[in-house]
């Protein structure tokens, strides 16, 4: 059935077909994007709901909800620039090292009962904040999700760890998601796992994602 804020997210999408053509208008609270196959379907829709609500029309669409989005001729890019610098900062990391990786290949993360306890609701909202990225920064899904698993009692080898990936959202503040339009409307997906890779309980991790043509969707 979904949960309330799933069907929440559901209701707030809506999709009009007119003559093989499509709208989509998009609303989040008072604020509503759209977007159309027809120029016309677009103006129409417009028209409408300004004479029914207290509007104002920003026309191409350059921000929302905290997404920056460039429109280009080959295709859209999000990023949150703005965001991730705001995060750094609210870790007291803007003056933190370069790297370039979210996660060190050397490094293997357990449970470490014998190591020093840090202050749990920091490292829940460290966690907190780099998952809200991970909506347009998929490089960073993977580290973040393995990392959240010692929330419920961190040590400062996890926080130090977590704070690697902060530094990499720091020296890649820029970074985003590109769709592009020169591609097709195959569905593929890419799958992988490792074997027994988790040093708590020896469980296996998997993970995927799906692609429209060469944009990444989930």
Known sequence: MGSPEEKQIKL????????GEFIFPQVYVDDNIFESTKDELAHSFSKLMQAE???RMIGELTHFLGLQI???????????????????????????????????PNVKLTIDLLGKSVDSSLYRSMIGSLLY?????????YSVGVY????????????????????Y?????????????????????????????????????SRGCFYMGNNLVS
């Open 148 to 167: 959240a698993r010692y929330q419920a009692n961190p040590k400062e080898s996890h926080k130090i760890a977590l704070k690697r990936i902060i530094k």
């Open 70 to 104: 460039r429109q280009q001729e080959s295709g859209i890019f999000l990023f949150e620039p703005k965001y991730a610098k705001n995060l750094v900062k609210k870790f007291g990391l803007e003056s933190a090292s370069f790297v370039r990786t979210p996660m060190s």
């Open 133 to 141: 990225l991970t909506t347009n920064r998929p490089n960073i899904s």
């Open 169 to 205: 959202v720091k020296t890649t503040a820029d970074f985003g998601v590109w769709y592009s339009k020169d591609t097709n409307d195959v569905l593929a997906e890419y799958s992988n796992a490792n074997w027994a890779g988790n040093g708590d309980d020896r469980k296996s991790t």
């Open 12 to 19: 707030s999408l809506f999709i009009k077909r007119e003559d």
């Open 53 to 55: 609500f207290e509007m």
